[in-house]
């Protein structure tokens, strides 16, 4: 017996979290391009909304989150009764890991994969099994052969962040027909309203053809990362699962009202989606050069590898010099990375400008 409480086997292998640094220089104004928040702020129909709601914050919101729900069904063409909304997307994760995992079990993930996926699986007690990607892609072949009798998840964020490169439809499809039926395969589609690829598919398709496949969403890229809306579309069984789970009242009233708006502006997601393909294939073509590379991205932020960590430490410092603050990806292993998000277009070409030093190719309009 032990002294004092005990956390559960896979709390204390968790790395703590490391959030993004948040200092520039006194007197210098902060641009954060480090959090692949929206560039545009939020839909004008999503602010009208949360301002509707003054006078009503002290009810408690309805439970079900039923007119997100019905938002989301009416604009993505799906059944409400099969969706769940939380608390972020983050929620939704934490949920399926406890459902699905616990001691002895094990989650495939790819080596770059997003990095909530081990902290859930940790949380869970279960075991982490990373998968080697191919040139910062996630590989099909490799995540398969991953798997051994105790997987009980795979977690794949389509496109991935930080890496930004995404499988095709046809490679979903074909990771999906090489797992077990009772593999639970949780396809992360953060990014997927930014995405430009013909062959890409947030999952719809997949989940309504199988009974093991949920695909989650949030609305945190699209303007309202305050407030905290994720989502997910499942079969009905496992829709049945994490409502049994996830608190009574997980969305808040005003994320229920801004998030129904926001996603019923198609005008605006349009907006931001053209905005962010323009810039983030400009910033991509004007640094990619011999000293620097550009994994090709379809998310709302670009991957910028340089040729070592030294070179890497010395860009970040000169970027940060200047107010622009980007990520580092020291706790996704990749020591020569920095991570950008897509902004307004002074932004981009501060970005540009600072990074011609270290090897970028120039502005290439
Ligand atoms: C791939 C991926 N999934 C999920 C999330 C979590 O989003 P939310 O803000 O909805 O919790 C993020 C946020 O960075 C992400 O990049």
Not at 66 to 78: C, I, K, P
Not at 90 to 97: N, P
Not at 219 to 245: C, N, Q, T
Request: proline share 6%.
């Amino acid at each position: 017996m032990s002294d004092r409480p005990v956390p559960q086997p896979g709390i204390l292998k968790i790395a703590p979290y490391v959030p993004g640094r948040s200092d520039v220089p006194t007197g210098v104004t902060l641009v954060k391009l480090s959090a692949n928040e929206s560039p545009l702020g939020t839909s004008p129909k999503a602010r009208e909304a949360y301002r509707s709601l003054a006078d009503n914050l002290h009810i408690y919101p309805e439970g079900s989150s039923r007119l997100l729900r019905e938002a989301l069904g009416e604009v993505h063409g799906l059944d409400p009764a099969r969706i769940v909304c939380g608390f972020g997307s983050d929620d939704i994760l934490h949920l399926l890991a406890q459902i699905y995992l616990g001691e002895g079990d094990e989650a495939v993930m790819s080596q770059y994969g997003f990095n909530v996926y081990p902290i859930i699986t940790r949380g869970a007690s279960a075991e982490i099994v990373m998968a080697p990607e191919s040139d910062f892609r996630a590989d099909v072949d490799a995540i398969l052969a991953a798997v051994t009798p105790r997987t009980k998840i795979v977690f794949l964020a389509n496109p991935n962040n930080p890496t930004g490169t995404y499988l095709g439809a046809d490679e979903l499809r074909r990771l999906h027909a090489g797992l077990r039926p009772d593999i639970l395969l949780v396809i992360d589609s953060a990014y997927a309203e930014y995405v430009t690829a013909d062959d890409y598919t947030p999952g719809i398709d997949l989940v309504d053809a199988a009974e093991n496949i949920v695909m989650v969403r949030t609305f945190s890229k699209m303007g309202i990362a305050g407030e905290r809306v994720g989502w997910m579309y499942g079969p009905a069984h496992i829709v049945d699962a994490v409502h049994r789970l996830r608190g009574p009242f997980n969305v808040t009233l005003s994320g229920q009202a801004v998030a129904a708006a926001a996603a019923r502006d198609i005008a605006f997601t349009a907006e931001l989606r053209a905005h962010n393909a323009k810039w983030r294939d400009w910033l991509a073509r004007s640094l990619a050069s011999n000293a620097i590379r550009v994994p090709p991205s379809q998310g709302n932020f670009i991957l910028a590898l340089f040729v070592d960590a030294e070179t890497t430490r010395a860009a970040f410092t000169a970027l940060r010099d200047k107010g622009l603050l980007v990520r580092e990806m020291h706790s996704y292993g990749i020591a020569n990375g920095l991570r950008i998000s897509i902004g307004l277009e002074p932004h981009m070409r501060a970005v540009v400008e600072v990074l011609k030093a270290f090897g970028a190719s120039g502005a290439k309009d």
